[in-house]
């Protein structure tokens, strides 16, 4: 009985030591307690940077509204650091309201459900999809739009610290594991397929509900998905900064061109094609124009083929002639020397990329595991006070 009093006791002094500080001051010591120095600091680093941002973005906002948005990102930061360590369904937003010195009310008036703390910046995304398909150029495609929208972000975020990108896949692990969350996400991803047809359909002149547009929708939606998955894997991978951001444009350029091609004929339409008629025609021509290529590959192939064989006549006679075939096995051996040559510094070279990744992987598995140890410490000291609480 003792051991409990003086359990709950201690739990008592730690929220009254919180209590007694600032909003910032008590902010960062949950973050310190909850997720360590490090991590703590690198949150601290990134508010700042997001300030900047938002005071060059907005250089006329008052006080008033800057305050709202400085709380709105204290919420975010602690919802999103307590989610992730002790799992969604295990914090409260009246906890959060208590952290950062708020009422609950108030917290809902920022976020209207538990779900958009998560994913505070969704009607932003929205409106930013909307933007970048409805200002495009005249004959610039809505993938090369979204291109140029997915690649305007500021080169100030490239100093995010390397904390905070590691941070980045637990935080989707929390989200992929997560039924409300996962259910928020594809809301969310309905919300912006939904604003992309509209959009596409009336630059277009068509119906919203046609085929044409609900499918180039879903397509050019699916690049924000390769954006996001391909900064994941990246991420984990060991790349940062500069090196990360060109690698997830990489990759969203690769899905943009596969989209471009298959979204030829519905480019049509916004250059002036109105009726379901043209748009046929525009498949088959671009069916036909599919069957010329695959003939103009057919024809290249059996013209490889013939290419071959006479190159193997060449080579049968050179074979014959004695001087021609010693000339031949020197630069054989010559190229063989300076592929042996090659061979070996790419070795090297690999072999220096290799434990340079193996560093980079080790300092990354090393946080998560100090992340999970963490999390499962606070797995059990919630379970012991709930089973201290049922005893009572």
């Known amino acids: 009985m003792a051991s409990e009093v003086e359990s709950a006791g ?33 949150f601290a680093q990134s508010r700042a940077l997001q300030e900047r941002l938002e005071r060059r973005r907005h250089p006329e906002e008052g006080l008033r509204e800057r305050k709202k948005r400085q709380t709105r990102q204290q919420i975010s930061d602690v919802a999103t650091a307590l989610f992730v ?8 937003v009246a906890e959060i309201a208590r952290i950062v010195g708020v009422s609950e009310k108030t917290v809902f008036n920022y976020f209207p459900t538990k779900e958009s703390l998560v994913f505070d910046r969704a009607d932003e995304g929205v409106e930013q999809l909307v933007a970048a398909l409805s200002e495009r150029e005249p004959g610039e495609s809505p993938t090369k739009a979204m291109l140029r929208a997915l690649d305007s972000e500021p080169e100030e975020l490239a100093e995010l610290p390397d904390a905070i990108q590691m941070f980045t896949p637990l935080f989707s692990e929390m989200v992929a594991s997560t039924p409300a969350l996962r259910a928020a996400w594809l809301e969310l991803h309905d919300r912006l397929v939904e604003a992309a047809t509209r959009e596409l359909a009336a630059r277009a002149g068509v119906d919203p509900g046609d085929p044409e547009p609900m499918v180039a929708a879903r397509a050019i939606v699916g690049l924000l998905e390769v954006n996001y998955a391909s900064r994941i894997r990246h991420i984990e991978a060991g790349l940062r900064g500069p090196e990360l951001h060109e690698a997830v444009r990489a990759d969203v350029e690769r899905g943009a061109r596969l989209l471009d091609t298959g ?14 008629a043209q748009v046929q025609e525009a498949a088959q021509a671009a069916e036909a124009a599919r069957g010329q290529v695959m003939d103009a590959l057919k024809q290249a192939r059996e013209a490889w083929r013939e290419l071959r064989r006479r190159e193997q006549e060449e080579r049968g006679k050179e074979r014959r002639e004695r001087g021609r075939e010693q000339a031949k096995r020197k630069q054989a051996q010559a190229k063989a020397k300076r592929a042996a040559a090659g061979a070996r510094r790419r070795a090297q070279d690999e072999m220096k990329q290799a434990l340079k990744q193996a560093a980079k992987d080790a300092a990354y598995e090393a946080f998560r595991q100090a992340l999970g140890e963490r999390h499962e410490a606070i797995r059990k000291r919630h379970e012991s006070f709930v089973h201290e609480r049922e005893r009572d």
């Open 85 to 92: 360590v002790r799992g969604f369904d295990r914090v409260t």
């Open 10 to 42: 201690r739990r008592a002094e730690e929220m009254d030591e919180l209590e007694e500080l600032s909003s910032v001051e008590r902010i960062h010591a949950l973050l310190v307690r909850e997720l360590g120095e490090e991590l703590a600091d690198a």
């Open 263 to 276: 979204l030829w004929s519905f480019g049509l339409l916004t250059q002036g094609a109105r009726t379901r």
